[in-house]
């Protein structure tokens, strides 16, 4: 069964960094595209990052994009989201997701078909 | 950037009833559409994908339609675990914006 487990959530200052991870089992790691995403409390839901499972491309929110940095580390099966430059609107639930693709009508399709349980990430002073 | 808008946003249902909830997506989105449940506490899950596609292990009561900018989901014979918030979500273009989200309750 595949499953993702987040951790490293926890409260910050603004303007400081956190680093969560994402260890993946059940599934072939190192060919999946992985994504993280959050949410608010009592929110919708909002992309933040996704990077690619063979070239490790990543690609970014704009409300993230130069504070936040995606990485991965495919021998030991694990996901990565560096968050600097913290702010009070930075703060939610962080889910990972594996991203996967179908094609499909000879289009490819992509939907996020695993969840993490998410870690909590709390930006306040 | 592709706006979501899901109505209604709240809803209210009995067990065994047959409900829809509507996507709409600010420009043509063909039919990249996926669709989730999420209860409370806990993660999302995967219902519907390319709009109409049951993902895998999914009750056969969840189905899903739509094209270009106008999506549905349908739950019939609703059961009381269908009670939870349901998020459409474009794949089109990126980013990949969810709708605000429709609390389905009793």
């Known amino acids: 069964e595949a499953q993702l487990l987040e951790s490293g959530g926890g409260l910050v200052q603004p303007g400081g960094s956190l680093r969560l991870s994402c260890a993946a089992s059940?599934?072939?790691?190192?060919?999946?595209?992985m994504c993280w995403v959050r949410q608010v409390a009592g929110k919708g839901l909002e992309w933040v990052a996704t990077i690619s499972g063979s070239r490790s491309t990543a690609y970014y929110a704009d409300s993230v994009k130069g504070r936040f940095t995606i990485s991965r580390d495919n021998s030991n099966n694990t996901l990565y989201l560096q968050l600097n430059s913290l702010r009070v609107e930075d703060t939610a639930v962080y889910f990972c997701?594996?991203?996967?693709?179908?094609?499909?009508?000879?289009?490819?399709?992509?939907?996020?078909?695993?969840w993490g349980k998410g870690t909590t990430v709390t930006v306040s002073s | 950037d592709i706006k979501m808008t899901q109505s209604p946003s709240s809803l209210s249902a009995s067990v065994g009833d047959r409900i829809t909830i509507t996507c709409r997506a600010s420009?043509?989105?063909?039919?990249?559409l996926n669709w989730y449940q999420q209860k409370p506490g806990k993660a999302p899950k995967l219902l519907i994908y390319a709009a109409s596609s049951l993902q895998t292990g999914v009750s056969s009561r969840f189905s899903g339609s739509g094209s270009g900018t106008d999506f549905t989901l349908t739950i019939n014979s609703l059961q009381p675990e269908d009670f939870a918030h349901y998020f459409c979500?474009?794949?089109?273009?990126?980013?990949?914006?969810f709708g605000q989200g429709t609390k389905l309750e009793i």
């Open positions: 979500q474009q794949s089109y273009s990126s980013p990949r914006s």
């Open positions: 997701a594996k991203d996967t693709s179908t094609f499909l009508n000879s289009n490819y399709y992509y939907y996020m078909d695993v």
């Open positions: 059940g599934f072939t790691f190192g060919s999946s595209d």
């Open positions: 420009q043509n989105i063909r039919t990249y």
